[in-house]
């Protein structure tokens, strides 16, 4: 009887486990902490072919933040349905957001904390996915607002800012969720939903809140 021939694993899915177990580690132990070893041992593979398909330390981490965000971003972008009212598309984008965030906490560290400490060319990957989903966001809170003001050329100027504070939020948001055990993905979503459209509604309505008069004690 001839000898048994094992089936060699595809590259691509060889590939797949070695980030995987580069997103573990980086997400854990930071980029500058994480070794190649460590990365290639709980990947099951030598470390010279980490080296091989990957390259560099560098190259293996820009690679890991770049298929994070994309998974990210891809969660929220297909979860958000053009036919359906603007709250239940930001209620369904923040679900996705935060239910991806928890299932995936290595991810989120390598992104949301990781990339930032570890040299420009890391953070501008972040960046880059940041800036898509304000983006989205600017997008959904510009046509409530052009709907409620029945005025369809209101600028996305007037509007980016708020954008800007709901993803912020939203990120903070994710951390303490992901470090508060009994704070599920719906929950979280629900806080920040009631925190931000309960504002947006006023704004909406034409009832926005206004700063004090000026007491004489600031110029701003």
């Known amino acids: 009887m001839g000898a048994v021939k094992t089936k060699r694993m595809p590259r691509a899915v060889r590939e797949q486990q070695m980030l995987d177990a580069a997103v573990r580690t980086f997400g854990r132990r930071g980029y500058r902490a994480a070794s190649m070893d460590e990365i290639a041992e709980l ?3 030598s470390k010279p072919l980490v080296y091989l398909y990957l390259n560099s330390k ?3 981490f820009a690679t890991c933040i770049r298929r994070e965000a994309a998974a990210l971003t891809d969660a929220v972008r297909t979860a958000v349905r053009p036919d359906v009212p603007v709250d239940r598309q930001l209620w369904d ?3 996705a957001f935060f239910t ?7 991810g989120w560290s390598l992104l949301h904390l990781r990339a ?9 990957e972040v960046t880059a996915m940041r800036e898509e989903l304000v983006a989205l966001v600017t997008r959904l809170i510009v046509s409530a607002t052009r709907e409620a003001c029945r005025d369809p050329h209101v ?3 007037e509007v980016a800012g708020l954008a800007e504070a709901l993803v912020g939020a939203a990120e903070s948001l994710a951390g303490w969720s992901n470090g508060t055990p009994d704070v599920t993905a719906r929950q979280a979503a629900a806080t920040l939903m009631n925190f931000a459209w309960s504002g947006l509604g006023n704004l909406l309505d034409g009832r926005p ?3 004090p008069v000026d007491d004489g004690r600031t110029t701003s």
């Open 209 to 211: 809140w206004a700063p």
């Open 58 to 60: 560098d190259d293996l």
């Open 116 to 124: 930032r400490t570890g040299g420009e060319p890391f953070a501008a």
């Open 155 to 157: 600028p996305e100027y």
């Open 93 to 95: 984008g923040l679900r």
């Open 43 to 45: 990947a099951g593979v």
């Open 100 to 106: 991806h965030t928890a299932e995936h906490p290595d």
